[in-house]
């Protein structure tokens, strides 16, 4: 089973994405998603000049030895834009056994492991009167967990807060807008948010909340500390993870749920915070962690610990990379919660897929392979579009984290 071409598609139906077809010798064709938020012609040379050469002849049924290849054999390891591609690569030669094989991802790696994946949706207002009236919309499509964010009053623009209803864009065409950021008006402000929700939805709906990397690490435990007697389902990215050891304050303080992983690349960005059991999600994605290869394996040292995942399933992730993601939450046993940003029309129809959503939970569906086609001809109406996350700026004009 030879790989005789590979192909990288960008296109921008609503957003950009970034997607890898391998094609072997006898016409079975697999798809992998490569998109960076903000980066993603980086990842498309990456692939296009260095990877798509070394692929050429390979037998694509060789999954793990091709992933060591390209890990190993760049000597140059890890990095979003090298994992990305290499995600890329495994998640489409997974695509390909499937499709050899006649059957659905999820088979291959243990099978069902439950019935249907539990998924979270995004609610989020300008005032926490919208946002309670934005969780209520979720709950009535059946939504068993919604993710919460408000507009910080006194701050012209906040994380989390989108223009649409179900659908959450952050990156915008043209150069980075800035936002003005204040974690005291912040801090002061989340825990309001939290008592009104519990009072209008009762205790039974799993609320979660994304902090974005913007708290310090003592700052991070007074929120979850204040955010206990509301039993959130998680507190996502509460201070930056370059340092694993800040996790330990946190720790220490709060016993409110800790998920942390979407910027994540290798198991070696976790393994101390999953060995020392800081916390409680690990919300690595499939594209950027390497594919579907190395996430079982971080799953796997997880399960360990117990600690479950929660894989980032934002706009930005295509629909390829959301069904390599729920082939992987149906099967694997140590599964917590998937994240479900529902893409745009124009999205779906340029990636027509098997997945379902049905009433707060969701089946990558039983095609061969990952279930998910491209199609060309579509994605060719809609070229990239330069476009960036926002920066973020403390009211005194420092640089923080977005
Ligand atoms: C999430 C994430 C996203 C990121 C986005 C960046 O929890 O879904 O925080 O909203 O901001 O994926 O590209
Ligand atoms: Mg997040």
């Not at 992987?328 to 098997?354: C, K, W």
Request: hydrophobic share 40%; with cysteine.
């Amino acid at each position: 089973m030879k790989i005789v071409d590979a192909t990288v598609f960008v296109c921008c139906p609503g957003r950009n994405f970034v997607t890898l077809r391998i094609m072997t010798e006898d016409g079975v064709y697999g798809l992998g998603d490569a998109t960076l938020n903000g980066r993603e012609l980086a990842v498309a040379s990456y692939l296009t000049d260095h990877i798509v050469p070394l692929l050429i002849g390979r037998d694509a049924r060789r999954i793990e030895d091709i992933w060591q290849f390209l890990y190993k054999g760049a000597y140059w390891r890890r990095g979003p834009v090298t994992m990305a591609a290499i995600g890329a690569v495994d998640t489409a030669l997974w695509d390909i056994l499937g499709k050899a094989l006649n059957t659905p991802i999820y088979q291959l790696i243990g099978g069902a492991s439950r019935e249907a994946v539990m998924v979270y949706g995004h609610a989020n207002g300008s005032t926490a009167d919208e946002t309670i009236a934005a969780v209520k919309r979720y709950v009535d499509l059946g939504y068993l967990a919604v993710r919460a964010q408000c507009a910080v009053p006194g701050l012209a623009a906040t994380y989390g807060v989108g223009r649409g209803e179900l659908y959450y864009e952050p990156a915008e065409p043209g150069l980075p807008p800035e936002t003005p950021w204040s974690s005291e008006r912040y801090l002061a402000f989340v825990p309001s948010l939290f008592d009104g929700l519990r009072r209008e939805f009762g205790s039974a709906l799993h609320l979660l909340h994304d902090v974005h990397h913007r708290l310090t690490p003592i700052e991070a435990a007074r929120l979850g500390k204040s955010l206990e007697p509301h039993h959130l389902f998680w507190l996502e990215d509460p201070t930056p993870a370059e340092v694993q050891e800040s996790f330990r304050t946190i720790r220490r303080h709060t016993t409110t749920p800790i998920a942390v992983g979407e910027v994540f690349n290798t198991i070696y960005d976790c393994s101390r915070l999953v060995e020392e059991e800081l916390i409680d999600y690990i919300r690595m994605t499939v594209v950027h962690s390497g594919g579907i290869s190395h996430l079982r394996k971080i799953a796997a040292l997880a399960e360990l610990h117990h600690v479950r995942t929660g894989a980032h399933g934002a706009t930005d992730l295509s629909p390829v990379c959301l069904a390599a993601a729920l082939h992987f939450d149906l099967s694997v046993h140590n599964f917590g919660i998937q994240e479900y940003m529902r893409h745009t029309d124009e999205t779906d129809r340029v990636f027509p897929h098997a997945y379902t959503f049905e009433r707060g939970f969701m089946h990558p569906g039983n095609k061969p392979g990952l279930g998910v086609d491209l199609d060309e001809r579509l994605a060719a109406t809609f070229p990239y579009q330069r476009a960036y996350l926002p920066i973020n700026r403390k009211l005194d004009g420092t640089m923080h984290s977005w």
